[in-house]
């Protein structure tokens, strides 16, 4: 029995992914389990894997284009199975991700051809390889729709050897190599030359478009969810770091022979659960109906990653020693820069922490990650001259701002919780008190 590869939601948040590259090829030998593809989600880069087994009998999904959740992808039968009717719809189903790949190849293209005349040439050469033929719609895989139009074949003068008649990429290989027809834009150089005053203001542009990633997409969704609904309010503190920069000397000292190197956010991260469980109204979240109080402390850490932000999770934050949060912050940093985070590893954070101390940004505010109610933005550590006891002496400071959703957390509410984070930043004893 023929067994459908949809795409799968392969993390909780994930609408639609992009397939980065088949494992498996048409004609394989494929076992339950067996990996079939990368997808590259929202957040990571994950396996999908086959649900069914036989031949992979057909792939109906190009490298680097995106399908929606839900979507079949691939089928999965017998050898000799009649997979007509199972394949038939689905074309239909993948339509709309089907018909942003040559807008995505356009966009790639850019950067490295410069030029516009080429443009028009490709779009005109990718309208007949679009074209049905009398008796209806050109049965075509997407990536063979794509290798038409790159080699200026006309697909619907060519035979498919796929299943009941569809062209595939094998086809269009052997059309290339045989010298198929052209199609009718290639024969009339006119026409590229026509629209080229349309494109030429593109020729002197001074920019180049690059493609939206899935983490790019979610980021962009969710803080347009954040910073419009959710009523910000930002409420600031400076915090003198004598000891707990001396502190994370004496343990980088104790634990160096394990390998262990703590930071200041590793200490902070420390800290903040501890206050978190001072103050419950903070690690909360506001759900519409209600507000919910959280009886564990999970705190995301953002990680930049080159394609945006990732926000993996401590768990338990307040039960663990700065030791092994430090490790953990390390090992977690090091798969989201991977791409090999696992869903249960980002999500589910009560209270999350950006820093950007490291950068040297002295201050900002950062935006709350719904459904949370706060986030603390970290500063940098820095030497400043203040006075003390009546005498100016240099101290490390840090400024930490705290992000509140007014729904949830009051002024008074937020301040208090800042005032115990300071106490305890100042007096690290205090955390174990």
């Known amino acids: 029995m023929a067994t459908k590869v949809y795409m799968e939601a392969l993390s909780p948040t994930m609408e639609e992914g992009r397939l980065v590259t088949w494992l498996k090829n048409e004609g394989d030998e494929i076992k339950e389990g ?9 957040k990571a880069t994950m396996e999908l894997v086959a649900r069914g087994s036989g031949v992979l009998r057909q792939r109906m999904l190009g490298e680097g284009e995106t399908a929606n959740v839900g979507t079949v992808i691939a089928v999965i039968a017998g050898a000799d199975e009649d997979i007509s009717g199972v394949a038939g719809g689905a074309p239909a189903q993948k339509a709309p991700a089907a018909a942003e790949a040559p807008a995505k190849e356009e ?7 410069p030029k516009a005349a080429p443009a028009p040439a490709a779009e005109e050469e990718a309208r007949p390889a679009e ?3 009398e008796g209806g719609r050109v049965k075509a895989s997407p990536l063979a729709r794509r290798l038409a139009s790159e080699a200026g074949v006309e697909i619907s003068s060519l035979q498919g050897s796929g299943p009941g ?11 290339v190599q045989a010298g198929a027809p052209r199609p009718a834009a290639e024969e009339a150089p006119e026409a590229p030359q026509a629209a080229a005053p349309a494109a030429a203001p593109v020729a002197g542009a001074s920019y180049r478009e690059v493609p939206l990633t899935q983490m790019r997409k979610t980021i962009a969704k969710r803080l347009t969810q954040s910073i419009g609904p959710v009523p910000h309010f930002f409420l600031t503190v400076e915090v003198d770091m004598g000891e707990a920069m001396a502190l994370r000397k004496r343990i980088n000292e104790r634990f160096a022979d394990q390998g262990v190197k703590v930071s200041p956010n590793d200490l902070i991260i420390k800290a903040v659960a501890a206050a978190l469980r001072k103050h419950p109204w903070v690690n909360a979240s506001w759900t519409g109906e209600s507000i919910r109080l959280y009886d564990v402390v999970h705190v995301g850490v953002a990680v930049a990653v080159e394609e945006g932000l990732i926000t993996p999770v401590v768990r338990d934050a307040d039960r663990k020693g700065v030791a092994e949060i430090a490790q953990e912050v390390k090992e977690l940093a090091g798969r989201a820069r991977d791409k090999k985070l696992k869903p249960e590893e980002y999500t589910g954070s009560t209270f999350s922490i950006s820093n950007l101390g490291m950068f040297g940004i ?28 009546g005498e100016m002496t240099v101290r490390p400071r840090m400024h930490v701002t705290l992000s509140c959703d007014h729904r949830v957390i009051d002024g008074a509410t937020g301040a208090q919780f800042l005032q115990t984070l300071k106490r305890y930043l100042e007096d690290p004893m205090m955390m174990i008190a």
């Open 362 to 389: 002295e201050q900002f505010t950062a935006v709350i990650n719904p459904p949370e109610a706060a986030i603390l933005a970290v500063g940098a550590v820095e030497d400043k001259v203040v006075v003390v006891n």
């Open 165 to 175: 008649g569809r062209i595939v990429k094998r086809d269009i290989e052997q059309a």
């Open 131 to 133: 074209r049905a033929p």
């Open 34 to 42: 067996d990996v079939l593809a990368e997808v590259e989600t929202d």
């Open 107 to 113: 966009r790639e293209e850019k950067p490295e051809e």
